[in-house]
């Protein structure tokens, strides 16, 4: 499955998700039994809508929003960093379908063309909504504003709590997960890359 459907339109690009059919209805009903399967009484009526929020959530944390990507000209030839930093996301650990949430700093070295900064944000979400480990969220992130905007140097960091880390298996609560993922000059260039690292991962 691809990541996302583009429609482009002069530089605006509409970038939609692409989903397998969904069933809402069957959704529903498969939480209702997972429910009664592990003893939970749905009779009562606090628990009688149980099944129906319990799918509804998941298919929020499974489906992105869509949004127009838009680029505008770097008409001043702006060279520095762009670098964006605590964007808030959650996303659904495949392994035990449990959440994981934390914050992502997204930075570029710009080229031709600068982004909407709160595409930025937008970028993250795409990739957080559905299925995921970090580690392939963060290179995932990466990679598309790579293609997409092709800017001389992109980097991410991801900083995640991961639940299914805290109320499971080991269970140590307050840790955190952190990946990142750099190309280009971000990458290959020392004096960039460690301008993105300090501002980053800020001395403690």
Known sequence: MSTASLMVAGRRLHVAAEQRD???????????AFLTALGIDLDHEALAETPARMAKAYLELLTPREFDL??????????????VQGIPFRSLCEHHALPFIGTAD???????????????????????????????????????LAEHLAPKGVGVVLRAEHLCMTLRGAQVSGTTTLTSAMQGLLLNDARARHEFVTLTHPAR
């Open 22 to 32: 969904r069933d809402p209805d069957a959704a529903q009903a498969a939480a209702q």
């Open 70 to 83: 838009t680029t505008f000209p770097n008409d001043e030839g702006y060279e520095q960093l762009v670098l």
């Open 106 to 144: 997204v930075g570029y070295l710009p080229a031709e063309r600068i982004i909407g900064l709160s595409k930025l944000a937008r970028v993250v979400e795409l990739f957080a909504h559905r299925a995921q480990v970090q580690e392939r969220m963060t290179k995932q992130i990466a990679d598309w």
